[in-house]
C-alpha cells in the first residue's frame, strides 16, 4: 500500500498551519507536506508534528530565485543549507525543488547547464546532509505557462547527469497526465529516480476518484514496483477536506 501524505497547503487553507496537522493526523493520516518554508510559524508546526507523531514527507527549498535565472548560484547552495537545517528540525527525509520558467531568447541546452551545475552544488549539501533534493517537472499548459522542465525524460537525464544521491524526480501524476500521459510507463523507465510522488485529478486539480487517472491502478502499480517513497496528495477538494480524504482511501482496497 503506498504511503500517503497530506498537502496542506491545499487543505483546510483558513486554518493555521499547525491545526492544519492536527486535522490531518484526525483523518486518519500518518504523514504531511507542504511547500516554501519561510513564511512560516515553524515552532508551531514542530509541536504539531511532535504532538502528532506526523512524519513530514517533504517541503520546497524556498530560495527567492529560479534554478533557471542566470546567477545566483550561491544564493541557491545557501538556501539548500538553510532548508537542510530546517528538515533536521522536522525530521524530513525529501526537498522539492522547482526549476522556474524559460529564459527569453535562450536556448534549452543554455539553460540545462545552468540548471545543471547549481544542482550540482545544491545536491551535494543535500548528500552530505543525509537529505535527497526532489526536482519537478510541470505541465506548461494549463497551471505554470512557461515552466521549463515539462518531461519526465528531461528530468531523468538532468539527475543521470548530477549522479547523486543527493537529488531525484518528483514525479507529478497531475501534471504529467496533462503534458504527456504515460504514466505506468515512466514510473517504471524511472523508478531508480524518483523520490516523491504527487496527485491530483485531471482535469481540475480536484479529487482523485473520478478523474482520467486512474488512481486505483496508478496506486496499484505504484505498490507492485516497489516504490518506497511517500505519495502526496496535493490536490483542491471540492467535497470538503474530511469527506476527500476519506475518499481517496478508499482507492488503496
Excluded at 17 to 28: K, P, Y
Excluded at 42 to 56: C, F, N, S, W
Excluded at 216 to 234: H, K, N, P, T, W
Aim: charge should be negative; glycine fraction near 10%.
Amino acid at each position: 500500500m503506498p504511503k500517503l501524505s497530506v498537502c496542506i497547503e491545499m487543505f483546510w487553507t483558513d486554518l493555521p498551519f499547525d491545526e492544519r496537522i492536527r486535522r490531518v493526523a484526525a483523518a486518519g493520516y500518518s504523514a504531511y507536506e507542504f511547500w516554501g518554508w519561510r513564511a512560516k510559524d515553524l515552532d508551531a508546526i514542530r509541536a504539531a508534528t511532535a504532538e502528532t507523531g506526523l512524519a513530514v514527507a517533504g517541503f520546497a527549498i524556498d530560495p527567492g530565485f529560479a534554478l533557471t535565472a542566470p546567477g545566483g548560484e550561491e544564493g541557491m547552495t545557501k538556501a539548500a543549507v538553510e532548508a537542510a537545517g530546517v528538515a533536521h528540525s522536522l525530521n524530513c527525509k525529501s526537498l522539492i525543488v522547482t526549476t522556474g520558467n524559460e529564459i527569453a531568447g535562450e536556448s534549452y541546452e543554455i539553460t540545462r547547464r545552468r540548471v545543471v551545475r547549481k544542482l550540482k552544488a545544491m545536491s551535494a549539501v543535500a548528500a552530505d546532509e543525509g537529505l535527497r533534493i526532489c526536482l519537478e517537472p510541470l505541465n506548461p499548459f494549463v497551471d505554470h505557462k512557461h515552466y521549463w522542465l515539462t518531461t519526465m525524460a528531461q528530468a531523468g537525464d538532468i539527475v543521470e547527469e548530477v549522479d547523486s544521491t543527493g537529488l531525484g524526480i518528483l514525479y507529478d501524476l497531475y501534471h504529467q497526465q496533462i503534458t504527456e500521459g504515460k504514466l505506468i510507463n515512466n514510473l517504471h523507465r524511472h523508478l531508480h529516480q524518483i523520490g516523491h510522488i504527487h496527485t491530483a485529478g485531471v482535469p481540475g486539480r480536484h479529487e482523485l476518484l473520478g478523474s482520467e487517472n486512474d488512481y486505483a491502478a496508478l496506486f496499484r502499480a505504484i505498490d507492485a514496483s516497489g516504490y518506497d517513497g511517500y505519495v502526496g496528495l496535493e490536490f483542491r477538494p471540492t467535497i470538503g477536506e474530511e469527506a476527500a480524504l476519506a475518499q481517496t482511501l478508499t482507492l488503496l482496497t
